[in-house]
């Protein structure tokens, strides 16, 4: 496998890769963060962190230079020495902007080659940015990162794979119906969970949803970003609080300064300093908690081509949760 982000922070890389190691040799070529090993073992899956960037400013340059040919620099290099080391029989290439990289080296080398998909990336970049303030980011995103490039890379690409993963059948029928895609080459893979995962809500709490144990909490717990309706919900707490006067809307994730200001703008504007808090990321057991002790948790996706053909780990981490989940398309 190769992908180009943190193992194990990676859900679907990690649940596929896991999986796949119960009959399978697995290995994976990824992102070395810092104070990670360069090199183990994880629940029989071999971990090789070949990658590392000095800073994200490093990062998003050589995003730009990947932009430009479809070959990411470092990447092309290691997956050689990746590929040579490990002797292995198949490449599992991760989502869209390795597809090329991934492609050559596999074709090098005359292996089978799996392109996964976890999202309509190219739709994706439509609505990713459109929050950020700086000039420069939003020209970059222009130039570089634009649906027009992107979906035009993608139709040239993905057809030369011999397996393509989709993450929902709404997903392979796109790839079917716009990319003209045989559907023989087509598996879905959802972001479920194994059944075992509910116990990891046994005896589990929270300490932030320790902090509101007289309200009625509402949670949102994941990725910010204009596509997630984060802001249709802060605003339809407007609503909610005249409803259930101890209502409150938990916001706990990762954020940009620029999306972070853009939310706690609309909750500024509306009054609503009370009624909706931002949370920064937490450990996992902790938004597990948060998960299992919430009133409701809430999937507020924005509807478009982009959250048309994918879907959250969120949805069925919360439904094993067994507590109330409420998943809308605004």
Not at 16 to 33: F, W
Not at 208 to 221: E, N, Q, R, T
Request: aromatic share 10%; proline share 3%.
């Amino acid at each position: 496998m190769v992908v180009d982000s943190y193992y194990p922070k990676d859900i679907r890389v990690r649940k596929e890769a896991e999986s796949l190691a119960l009959q399978n040799e697995v290995y994976v070529l990824c992102v070395r963060d810092k104070n990670q090993k360069e090199e183990e073992t994880i629940n029989n899956v071999h971990v090789y962190r070949l990658i590392e960037y000095k800073n994200s400013k490093v990062r998003g340059f050589l995003d730009m230079i990947n932009s430009l040919w479809y070959i990411h620099p470092i990447f092309i290099k290691k997956l050689e020495e990746f590929v040579e080391k490990t002797n292995v029989e198949v490449l599992h290439v991760h989502d869209l902007p390795l597809a090329k990289t991934g492609y050559k080296i596999a074709k090098k080398h005359n292996l089978p080659a799996i392109l996964d998909l976890h999202e309509n990336y190219p739709e994706a970049l439509k609505t990713w940015f459109i929050w950020r303030k700086s000039k420069v980011v939003r020209l970059k995103n222009k130039l570089f990162f634009n649906y027009k490039r992107w979906h035009s890379y993608e139709q040239g690409i993905i057809g030369k794979y011999d397996v393509i993963i989709a993450v929902v059948k709404e997903m392979k029928n796109r790839l079917v119906t716009k990319q003209r895609i045989s559907p023989d080459k087509i598996v879905v893979v959802s972001n479920t969970e194994k059944k075992d995962f509910a116990n990891v809500y046994k005896n589990i709490n929270s300490n932030v949803i320790g902090k509101f144990a007289d309200k009625f909490v509402i949670s949102y717990v994941g990725g910010f970003g204009p596509h997630r309706g984060l802001d249709v919900a802060i605003e339809g707490m407007v609503e909610v609080s005249k409803q259930i006067k101890n209502a409150i809307l938990l916001l706990v994730g990762p954020s940009n300064k620029d999306v972070r200001e853009y939310l706690q703008g609309i909750i500024d504007n509306n009054n609503l300093g009370e009624y909706v808090k931002i949370i920064e990321s937490q450990p996992f057991n902790s938004v597990a908690g948060i998960m299992k002790m919430s009133d409701i948790n809430i999937i507020p996706h924005v509807k478009n081509e982009h959250t048309n053909n994918t879907v959250p780990h969120k949805l069925f981490q919360i439904l094993l949760s067994g507590e109330t989940t409420f998943s809308v398309r605004l």
